[in-house]
């Protein structure tokens, strides 16, 4: 079964044979390839290009993993010190 959500106006779906993310592009439907991915801001956001048309979207996928263990760990700290 795979999962589908909305973002920017492109369709999502997870694969569920490989588990990985494929984006549709809003204005040509064809596949978008992933062309950057950035967790350096706390959040885990995701360029995807269409290669016919040239299309760009942006995707916030929400708190990056990094960032949410970085604050249960600073969370830990701060119970332990106490």
């Keep these: 079964m795979a999962i589908v959500k909305e973002a920017a106006g492109a369709v999502v779906k997870e694969v569920a044979a490989h588990g990985e993310w494929r984006m549709?592009?809003?204005k040509c439907t064809q596949e978008m390839d992933l062309y950057e991915k950035?967790?350096?801001s706390g959040?885990?956001?995701r360029t995807y290009?269409?290669?016919p048309c040239k299309e760009y979207v942006d995707?916030?996928?929400g708190v990056a993993l990094w960032?949410?263990?970085?604050d249960?760990?600073?969370k830990a700290?701060?119970?332990g010190s106490g």
Excluded: F, G, I, Y
Excluded at 67 to 70: A, G, S
């Design 49 to 51: 290009v269409c290669r």
């Design 67 to 70: 960032q949410v263990l970085h």
């Design 38 to 40: 950035d967790t350096s």
């Design 59 to 61: 995707v916030d996928n």
């Design 24 to 26: 549709k592009c809003p």
């Design 72 to 74: 249960a760990n600073d």
């Design 43 to 45: 959040r885990d956001m």
């Design 77 to 79: 700290r701060e119970k």
